[in-house]
């Protein structure tokens, strides 16, 4: 018998029926921005004029083999993305973003079975991981509303091309300087803030973007503290103001249940940002102790949650700065108050190294909002000056170009937060 066992298919003697060896490879190089590959096959990717996304057999057996090889040596500048079109990749669904970036890379993967799915056997480099798929449209609530003079719960989503809807009424206790984040993939929650008094509430949003009542109390009641997502479908809310300055935080697991206080690490303090960046950590930086100086220290936070002590400050100390992430695993933190208000920005890698200023753009303000959106982009809505609240918006490009100002809709609000949800 010669061939290779490709499916173990039995004849009625028992035998195994053999096929013919070896993978085909065609002579036209693919250069188009999509593919549908076979199994058995072999395919050059030319990426120099575009990205390609390549489609996989929405079916396969045990063994099936697929080579794809970096025809001109630019995966590197315009990505190779594999669509797994309904099967796993390497343990991931096919929401996962599969992303090889590595120029004159060769790629040979074998499908193993439903749990794990494709599976590089390659010996050509092949560290490229599936990422988790980032929610594409984001929510602002709550605030100070300067229209009404009194704080707000009214809400605005904001859509996956980055547009702010109208205000929709709100749901839960009114307050300001408040948090949010998102949770469980695609859906988001607010949580403390200040109202009547210190509060410890949270409330949940659904992945239609729908704010759910208050919900009960876990943690110490404060204001003015921070939230960024981290691990696999987690937050952390931490630092803030109440009765003193706070170095204590509080988990959320993926289905938003709000863990109790964890004590603090680094300097206690409140009116800082917190954001995401590489695949499943989250960052806190800058902000101020009340009765002390501004600050510029960062605290990163691991994919299990554990906030890390200082990392010396890089850029201006500020206040009242927020934070949105950007591209693949990386964020910007912009805006904020020194002596004055500023617009300037400080880009985080993908390994959480916050970047020197860059001048920035727009109308310099504090107590803004900041979030997500269409995946890979971000947006910095509304914010306060001395002379009040204001509603215009700067869009955060996948590239980390924070845009100029456009016209806002809705009130002009204050001190008031983001989240995000949604996969569609």
Request: with cysteine; proline share 2%.
């Amino acid at each position: 018998m010669s061939g290779t066992i490709v499916n173990n298919i039995t004849r009625t003697s028992g035998t195994i029926a053999p096929t013919t060896g070896g993978l085909s490879w065609g002579s036209d190089v693919i250069t188009a921005s999509t593919a549908t590959v076979s199994a058995g096959n072999g395919y050059w990717i030319n990426t120099t004029s575009n990205a390609c996304t390549v489609t996989l057999p929405s079916s396969a057996e045990i063994g099936d083999q697929i080579i794809l090889a970096d025809y001109a040596r630019t995966w590197s500048t315009n990505n190779l993305i594999i669509d797994s079109n309904g099967l796993n990749f390497q343990g991931s669904p096919d929401t996962y973003t599969v992303d090889y970036s590595t120029a004159g890379q060769s790629l040979s993967i074998v499908y193993s079975d439903a749990t794990k799915g494709w599976i590089p056997v390659s010996d050509d480099a092949v560290v490229d991981a599936p990422v988790e798929p980032q929610p594409t449209q984001g929510i602002i609530a709550y605030g100070y509303n300067q229209d009404t003079s009194s704080r707000t719960s009214e809400s605005q989503k904001i859509s996956s091309s980055g547009v702010v809807a109208a205000v929709v009424t709100g749901v839960g206790s009114t307050r300001r300087y408040g948090a949010g984040s998102s949770y469980g993939g695609d859906k988001g929650i607010f949580a403390y803030g200040e109202g009547a008094s210190n509060l410890n509430i949270s409330n949940l949003v659904s992945n239609t973007g729908v704010i759910a009542a208050d919900g009960s109390a876990v943690g110490t009641a404060r204001y003015d503290l921070a939230a960024t997502p981290f691990g696999a479908g987690e937050a952390i809310f931490a630092y803030g103001y109440g009765g003193g300055n706070l170095s204590l935080s509080n988990k959320v697991n993926s289905s938003g249940v709000v863990a109790a206080d964890v004590t603090g690490v680094g300097t206690a303090r409140a009116a800082l940002a917190g954001v995401r960046y590489g695949t499943d950590l989250g960052i806190f930086a800058y902000g101020f102790p009340d009765g002390g100086s501004l600050q510029n220290v960062s605290n990163k936070v691991s994919n299990t949650g554990v906030v890390a002590t200082d990392t010396t400050g890089v850029g201006t100390a500020r206040k009242g700065c927020r934070g949105a992430s950007y591209g693949i695993g990386k964020a910007a933190i912009a805006f904020g108050f020194t002596i004055t208000y500023v617009s300037m920005k400080n880009l985080v890698s993908d390994t959480g190294v916050v970047a020197a200023d860059v001048t920035g753009v727009g109308t310099g303000r504090v107590n803004l909002a900041a979030c997500g959106y269409g995946g890979d982009k971000g947006i910095f809505a509304k914010g306060g000056t001395g002379g009040g609240g204001l509603k215009m918006t700067n869009l955060l490009s996948n590239t980390g170009v924070i845009g100029t100002d456009v016209s806002g809709v809705g009130p002009n609000n204050y001190s008031l937060t983001a989240a995000n949800f949604s996969f569609s």
